[in-house]
């Protein structure tokens, strides 16, 4: 087959991954350091570094099957399919592994991932099967800086934020969310407003609200962008697909950010 778009035609990754070409070479430079370069004996790969990053970028922008991604890039939908899980893991977001400042703000929120996975999916309140991934932002640099394991769609936020793992990755920071984790010890959530019938909230505290929508509302504006890679609207892959999809995504967006 005749490979339709390569890394070699720079004025193509733009079109395909919404990504810039500066970005898309740091990405390359990463996976590279992190082993996707093919070293020692055995069967080579079809495609150079450069064009199997650009694949699994253009997978996780368009979502197109991997029969559709084959035929752009010259192969096998079976190659195709080895080329994702290969470096999928390699784009990925590093995992936090030291505990954060006291000075440090981080933001947190839950969003639902539709998959065909139902072993790790559950019927959510959109009606479809859907895992909850949480993801965790900057409050200053809106950098992500940790993504959950996915949790079935119909667990709640103050539950999903253990059983992911998130909290761990958040430890030792000043941590805001809203009403949804209540019962997670060091996460600062809006003052609830009174039932009907009871004193309204004094001035006070609805102006720390205020302060506290506005500045949550940054890891809104996150999620926002990484749904915009179609892979997040409906996940195809299986077991820790969509998780390596959005650390991946997670990745590219803060590439995005400080190139």
């Not at 570094?49 to 979502?63: C, E, G, P, Q, S």
């Not at 080895?82 to 981080?106: S, W």
């Not at 009871?198 to 506290?212: F, I, M, R, S």
């Not at 509302?217 to 697909?241: F, P, Q, T």
């Amino acid at each position: 087959m005749e490979q339709v778009i390569s890394a070699d035609r720079p004025e193509w990754v733009p079109v395909f991954t919404g990504v810039s070409v500066r970005v898309f070479r740091k990405l390359v430079r990463i996976v590279a350091r992190r082993g996707g370069e093919q070293t020692g004996t055995g069967r080579r790969w079809g495609l150079s570094l450069a064009d199997r990053v650009l694949l699994v970028a253009v997978y996780y922008r368009t979502n197109l099957t991997f029969r559709q991604v084959a035929l752009l890039f010259g192969i096998s939908k079976s190659a195709a399919n080895r080329v994702v899980d290969h470096l999928a893991p390699l784009l990925a977001l590093a995992p936090v592994t030291r505990e954060h400042g006291p000075d440090t703000v981080l933001i947190v929120d839950g969003t639902l991932v539709p998959t065909h996975d139902r072993g790790m999916s559950a019927s959510s309140k959109n009606y479809r099967y859907s895992v909850t991934m949480q993801v965790v932002i900057d409050a200053n640099t809106r950098l992500v800086v940790a993504v959950g394991e996915p949790t079935p769609g119909n667990r709640n936020d103050c539950r999903a934020y253990t059983d992911s793992g998130v909290d761990e990755q958040c430890r030792g920071a000043n941590v805001l969310a809203d009403g949804g984790y209540q019962g997670n010890p060091g996460v600062i959530m809006p003052y609830r407003r009174p039932r009907k019938g009871q004193p309204p909230l004094p001035q006070w505290k609805e102006d720390l609200n205020t302060v506290h929508k506005s500045v949550r509302a940054r890891v809104e504006h996150a999620l926002a962008h990484m749904k915009s890679w179609n892979i997040l609207r409906n996940c195809r892959r299986k077991r820790d697909g969509v998780w390596h999809a959005t650390r991946g995504i997670a990745q590219m967006r803060n590439l995005s950010m400080t190139a």
